[in-house]
T-cell receptor, first 112, second 114 residues
Framework: ETGVTQSPTHLIKTRGQQVTLRCSSQ?????VSWYQQALGQGPQFIFQ???????GRGNFPPRFSGLQFPNYSSELNVNALELDDSALYLC???????????FGPGTRLLVL | DQQVKQNSPSLSVQEGRISILNCDYT??????FLWYKKYPAEGPTFLIS?????DKNEDGRFTVFLNKSAKHLSLHIVPSQPGDSAVYFC?????????????FGKGTKLTVNP
């Protein structure tokens, strides 16, 4: 059974640029959630996708957007990058929206 | 406003002894609680969970206790092993409220000394 995978592992961007992060869910899981973890903080919920539809959103501006594909993999897009967007971005998948979430290794984004 | 609080940033214990990690929450809508362990450069790994209809759940060396009236939960690790050294996150969700998002604490760094 393949776990949650994320790409890329590291990324450096400059302020104002756009970035796309990718996540492949664990086999059989139809729900993907995205979290942002700043240094010294716990992960913060960005949004969740269940069967290709957004199923809840945290307190993040609209420049954070996402997609889920028919194979349940997902993308997180961030437009107009700001310095404060520098963080570890974590993807988690679950069997259903209300089930235990299993995390990938994360993508570390640095915005200069 | 931090809804899930882990007030101890770090904890150090001797190998073989008990590790007790604590977590407090403020939102009475939370009905499902989880503990995750995180090593550097890895994502959080699910450890154990508990529903609000229970007050205790065990899985091997790990036990989670929930005190709903005090809005407090704790994770006990017995016996502690050096491989348990990691950052532990407490998380909560309000599943019956229709929200499956996890709200995390800031984490407690556990160091188990040989």
């Amino acid at each position: 059974e393949t776990g949650v995978t994320q790409s890329p592992t590291h990324l450096i961007k400059t302020r104002g640029q756009q970035v796309t992060l990718r996540c492949s869910s664990q086999s059989g899981h139809n729900t993907v959630s995205w979290y942002q973890q700043a240094l010294g903080q716990g992960p913060q919920f960005i949004f969740q996708y269940y069967r290709e539809e957004e199923n809840g959103r945290g307190n993040f501006p609209p420049r954070f957007s996402g997609l889920q594909f028919p194979n349940y993999s997902s993308e997180l897009n961030v437009n107009a990058l700001e310095l404060d967007d520098s963080a570890l971005y974590l993807c988690a998948s679950s069997l259903w929206a209300s089930e235990t979430q299993y995390f990938g290794p994360g993508t570390r984004l640095l915005v200069l | 406003d931090q809804q899930v609080k882990q007030n101890s940033p770090s904890l150090s214990v001797q190998e073989g002894r008990i590790s007790i990690l604590n977590c407090d929450y403020t939102n009475s809508m939370f009905d499902y609680f989880l503990w995750y362990k995180k090593y550097p450069a890895e994502g959080p790994t699910f450890l154990i969970s508990i529903s609000s209809i229970k007050d205790k759940n065990e899985d091997g060396r790990f036990t989670v206790f929930l005190n709903k009236s005090a809005k407090h939960l704790s994770l006990h690790i017995v016996p502690s092993q050096p491989g348990d050294s990691a950052v532990y996150f407490c998380a909560a969700s309000a599943q019956q409220g229709g929200s499956e998002k996890l709200v995390f604490g800031k984490g407690t760094k556990l160091t188990v000394n040989p």
